[in-house]
Nanobody, 117 residues
Framework: QVQLVESGGGLVQAGGSLRLSCAAS????????MAWYRQAPGEQRGLVAR???????NYADSVKGRFTISRDGAKNTVYLQMSSLRPEDTGVYYC???????????WGQGTQVTVSS
């Protein structure tokens, strides 16, 4: 059974930084894409950033230049370095892996990020 475990969330003041991590355990293979999504209260879950197994990255416009996604393929781990945080970055952050060559979708349990003004 594959599990994704996130860590690194918390409370931070505007302008601060946080680093999220998401590690996969279990028999996971053929990972195509690792991604981070955010869900704010009353809103739908939306893509924040993603990285392919080839290293191509994509970001939501709202986080470009402030967030950086990276991966450690050997550890099946994805990171999200968040800088210059704003109150509107507040939400629950979920990691997502598309694996088995894109045929399986797995989600983490979510980690809360709160940015105070």
């Amino acid at each position: 059974q594959v599990q994704l475990v996130e860590s690194g969330g918390g409370l931070v003041q505007a302008g601060g930084s946080l680093r999220l991590s998401c590690a996969a355990s279990g028999s996971i293979f053929g990972i195509n894409i690792m991604a981070w999504y955010r869900q704010a209260p009353g809103e739908q879950r939306g893509l924040v950033a993603r990285i392919t197994n080839g290293g191509t990255t994509n970001y939501a416009d709202s986080v470009k230049g402030r967030f950086t996604i990276s991966r450690d393929g050997a550890k099946n781990t994805v990171y999200l370095q968040m800088s210059s945080l704003r109150p509107e970055d507040t939400g629950v952050y979920y990691c997502n892996f598309k694996w088995n060559w894109g045929t399986v979708d797995s989600w983490g349990q979510g980690t809360q990020v709160t940015v105070s003004s």
